[in-house]
């Protein structure tokens, strides 16, 4: 009898599973945190659009990764979680997907769901590259009167060459996050986070700083905050921060 129950509980001993929407900066940091059992799960189901991302990445790990050649594919895996790190445009080819599948989804390129409906409780979208959302939405709740972000990096992480520090950008969070997708989905996770409270953003161009810095001001019925972030770009994409991955990956860890 007890080896029986055993079987049957071996039987039925759920396999689980991530799914990683995009093999680029992001994607590999967590796969690598996988690999290094940071993050614990069974298996790992990966989909690039460019074949060889998914194909170098598997090679890189000693991890089971299989590589799915469409997100149907990924999602007929049954992941617990999927990871979406390929850019704003994917997400919005995939959303209705994902969103009608069982998984709790993680989104990185979050400028895309400024404008998607976003109060399924399947999605979540990590602080990324700054921090501190818990109290900013806490003070949204009494009510927040002014939010501003300062965002500079240095001219090769905005794709420019000016020689003098330049502002390239003043305006909306939404507007942001559309010019620089590749940049500024951090201002797109700050508006989710105080909607409809409109942040104020200024995009600064900077030869003089190495790290990606974002400023955040925050002026609400009972007080101020001032949040600062000095972030390393990482190595292999200096559009991104490399604090970006870690959040994706402390997320994903409160999600399986
Ligand atoms: N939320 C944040 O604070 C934050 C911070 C940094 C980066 N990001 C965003 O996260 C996303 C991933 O960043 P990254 O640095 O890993 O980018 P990356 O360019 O290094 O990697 C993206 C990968 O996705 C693949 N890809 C692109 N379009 C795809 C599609 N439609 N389907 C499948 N695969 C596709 C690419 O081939 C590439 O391998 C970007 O949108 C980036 O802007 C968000």
């Known amino acids: 009898m007890k080896s029986q129950s055993n079987q049957s509980t071996k039987a039925t001993k759920m396999v689980k599973k991530i799914g990683l929407i995009g093999c680029g900066a992001i994607g590999t940091v967590l796969a690598e945190a996988i690999e290094r059992k940071l993050v614990i799960c069974d298996e790992l189901v990966v989909f690039d659009a460019d074949a060889a991302k998914a194909q170098k990445l598997k090679a890189s790990l000693t991890f089971p990764v299989k590589i799915a050649n469409s997100v149907d594919q990924l999602l007929a895996a049954k992941p617990k979680v999927v990871v979406e790190a390929a850019g704003q445009q ?27 409906n976003v109060d399924d409780p399947k999605i979540h979208f990590p602080a990324g590259a700054i921090g501190g ?3 900013i939405a806490a003070a949204a709740n009494a009510a927040i009167t002014e939010v501003t972000l300062t965002s500079r990096k240095n001219p090769k992480a905005l794709n420019k060459t000016n020689t003098e520090e330049t502002i390239v950008y003043e305006g909306t969070a939404k507007e942001a996050a559309r010019l620089f997708p590749r940049e500024m989905n ?54 991104t921060s490399a604090l970006a991955a870690w959040a994706a990956i402390q997320l994903l860890k409160t999600l399986l």
């Open 186 to 239: 951090v201002a797109a996770t700050l508006a989710l986070t105080v909607k409809p409270v409109q942040v104020k953003v200024k995009v600064v161009s900077d030869p003089k700083v190495t790290r990606n810095t974002h400023e955040i001001n925050v002026k609400w019925r009972y007080g101020e905050m001032q949040l600062r972030f000095a972030n390393d770009p990482h190595p292999d994409n200096p559009h």
């Open 90 to 116: 994917a997400v919005r080819d995939y959303f209705d997907k994902l969103v009608a599948s069982n998984a709790e989804i993680i989104i990185m390129s979050t400028g895309a769901l400024l404008s998607l």
């Open 133 to 135: 959302l818990d109290a």
